[in-house]
């Protein structure tokens, strides 16, 4: 079963495939964009020995010049000059190498925010491709046009809006995930539970139709069983199919992953350079960020630091008296089901809320959070003061 | 007596401002922009020594909190270290640096391409105002949102579309050009005028209406000769006026600027990225990129290789029958008696001919001109030959 969801952006718009097997079908995909001849596969080194030569031939097969660009693995190397190198890379290849190649960002977010930049950049715009190898890449970064590399003020400071072509995510690549990256996705899928609702309805969420795509695949009917489960929250279907995703069914993690992209497309379809609405997926990550930037780089994985946020942001929102403390338990107990923290001993608050009044997204120095007024649905808040977010952070402090 | 000529591309639109004392108004400009607190202007070493302060204080004045950024001057430092470097001082602003913040490039063009780049890319995207302080940014680089950097594999290579929010021109800027850098706005001149006819029409171009405008200016019906003047072609103008423009009369240079900034907002207006109509802009810049890359960047500049290229795609022109030797000759006498070249002996047409096969706009190594077909009217071509541009520029070796 593949599943397609349409991220609507006038002009910008483009298709995001999820279903098994579909590397193999990425040579086509690429292939399908108008006047595309040459394709280029960046990616890093970890993923590249895992998938690079698949992604490769597929390219090959469908008749395309290919070629594959490496940079070293890490957060660490999401960098300017990882950048100037792929522009060095990139121009060599030049003149087969013009305005009508494609790149192809196989790999996770680092790879997928640093090619897509690299793409927005290099004469002045190409197009290009997510294959997204992570569950957090799949279900957050591959989709909405988020670019950029980070500069030692702060991740993502360097960027662009620039939306992919096509997005293929094949869930057999999944498997190589470690559990730790795998929660990091898990972290992101419940956000987009509390932000987002089922993901059903106006956004484009449907099986795919073999005649209208240009992933040449046979339509399937959906079994009964994921038929009944789109009458269901994402929040309970996260509950319910608990072990199933965390077994990586492949079916299931493609219901899972089209539910999320359902909900994130959605939002950016309603505002893409995040001037309202896309502001709502910064749920959890204001005080993530600031979490993650004070314990560490390497010391807490971005979803570790996401779920203690959510945690935080859940606690804040029930002393406000806008989420009742029921739906808040309901939230923490679902993250720890998925292997998330909930707790993170030694957190100092005024450290966090220094960095937070530095964050890419405060606002002359004024402090900005996104909060749920119940499971499914979230409003912006910018009178956030230190008393509250120290408060929330108390509750992340304690074991109860 | 100043002109305003509106940029037509929807939610991106925004006018351009010429006229004598503009500077003063530059503060007023920004502080008129949506939530405009603080503006960082971002100059090169001579012209910040030069106008830096005047910038600041009007932007002061105006209320806004003010930076000044200096790079070193010249076209070598059109790089992404250069980036590098303006990213690091722009962050150390922050928190008081954020999206609202507006960068002001005051300078040539290569202080607007990078400045402009950086706006693109610096928190995925902040706004920026066009001070161009040579007559070649003027007419050319500060309008239409081409940003972008040099690479050792070719020039403005890195890159992105990004308009700016106003573009101010202050003719008074001008009178401490050097006569060559003069000269070189005077090309790009010539080449409107044989593009774009008289730059009037629909292009939005019209007197300053006060009550209507940001710059809080009294408006003052345009002199008798100057509304006979609007009936001319841009050719006949700068053959009419060529003294009051060599002398740089501020009446005059501000027709002359409004005239091209028509010109170039029509074509802008019609085709923001370069997929159709824009592509005319590129009128003598084939050669002449080629040239300029193989005379060498420093022993001839934009503005003469642009003038050869005019004349070899003229001549060009001529040999295949589109365009009757008169015109040309026309363009040739006009170019002469601006003080541009028409000849450089030695060019090697072998050497020019593999230069512009690897040109950016080059598609898969073939060879697209942009050739007149009359005075005021150009096409694009694709079966440009070697052999056509050898006999074109055997045309400029030699000496008649």
Same mark, same amino acid.
């Given at each position: 079963?593949t599943?397609q969801?349409?991220v ?5 718009s483009?298709a995001?495939?999820?279903?098994a097997g579909?590397?193999?079908e990425?040579?086509?995909a690429?292939?399908a ?10 990616s ?16 090959r097969?469908?008749g395309l ?13 999401k960098?300017?000059?990882t950048c ?7 121009f060599?290849l ?12 196989l790999?996770?977010g680092v790879?997928?925010?640093?090619t897509g930049f690299?793409?927005a950049?290099a004469l ?8 997204p190898?992570t569950l957090?890449?799949?279900?957050d970064?591959?989709v909405?046009g988020?670019?950029g590399?980070d500069?030692?003020?702060g991740?993502n400071?360097i960027?662009a809006?620039?939306q ?5 995510v094949?869930v057999?690549?999944l498997?190589t995930?470690?559990p730790?990256?795998f929660?990091g996705?898990l972290a992101?899928?419940v956000k987009?539970a ?6 059903l309805g106006?956004?484009?969420f449907q099986?795919v139709?073999?005649q ?5 695949r ?14 269901q ?6 509950e ?11 079916e ?12 994130k497309?959605a ?9 309202g609405q896309?502001e709502?997926l910064n749920?959890g990550?204001t005080?993530?960020?600031?979490t993650?930037?004070l314990v $560490?780089?390497?010391?807490i ?7 203690l946020?959510m945690?935080?942001?859940?606690r804040?929102?029930v ?31 005024a450290?966090l809320?220094?960095?937070m009044r ?5 606002r002359? $120095?004024?402090v ?13 808040f910018?009178d956030?003061?230190?008393q509250a977010?120290? $408060? ?9």
């Amino acid at each position: 079963m593949t599943r397609q969801i349409q991220v609507q952006l006038g002009e910008r718009s483009y298709a995001v495939s999820v279903g098994a097997g579909l590397l193999a079908e990425l040579g086509p995909a690429v292939a399908a964009l108008s006047a595309a001849r040459q394709a280029v596969v960046v990616s890093d080194s970890n993923v590249a020995a895992l998938y690079g030569a698949r992604a490769a031939d597929s390219l090959r097969r469908a008749g395309l010049g290919t070629e594959l660009l490496t940079f070293p693995a890490g957060e660490a190397n999401k960098t300017l000059a990882t950048c100037s190198n792929l522009y060095d890379s990139l121009f060599a290849l030049r003149p087969a190498m013009d305005r009508r190649t494609v790149l192809v960002a196989l790999g996770g977010g680092v790879t997928g925010d640093i090619t897509g930049f690299v793409a927005a950049t290099a004469l002045r715009g190409l197009r290009f491709v997510q294959c997204p190898t992570t569950l957090l890449a799949a279900v957050d970064a591959s989709v909405g046009g988020k670019t950029g590399v980070d500069h030692p003020a702060g991740k993502n400071l360097i960027g662009a809006f620039h939306q992919p072509s096509a997005v293929l995510v094949d869930v057999d690549l999944l498997k190589t995930l470690s559990p730790a990256e795998f929660a990091g996705g898990l972290a992101e899928c419940v956000k987009h539970a509390v932000i987002g609702g089922s993901g059903l309805g106006s956004t484009g969420f449907q099986p795919v139709q073999a005649q209208a795509l240009p992933l040449n695949r046979q339509y399937q009917p959906p079994p009964a069983q994921v038929e009944n489960l789109c009458h269901q929250s994402l929040m309970d279907f996260l509950e319910t199919r608990r072990e199933a995703v965390l077994a990586r069914d492949p079916e299931c993690l493609t219901e899972l992953i089209a539910r999320n992209v359902a909900i994130k497309a959605a939002v950016v379809s309603a505002d893409e350079r995040e001037s309202g609405q896309r502001e709502h997926l910064n749920f959890g990550h204001t005080i993530g960020h600031a979490t993650e930037n004070l314990v $560490g780089y390497g010391a807490i994985s971005h979803g570790q630091a996401v779920s203690l946020g959510m945690v935080a942001a859940c606690r804040l929102a029930v002393a406000r008296g806008l989420l009742d403390a029921a739906s808040a338990g309901r939230v923490e107990k679902l993250l720890v089901a998925l292997g998330l923290p909930v707790r993170w001993p030694g957190l100092s608050a005024a450290a966090l809320w220094e960095i937070m009044r530095h964050d890419k997204k405060a606002r002359g $120095g004024k402090v900005r959070m996104v909060l749920p007024v119940r499971l499914g649905e979230v409003a912006s808040f910018e009178d956030i003061t230190e008393q509250a977010v120290a $408060g929330a952070v108390d509750c992340l402090r304690v074991q109860e």
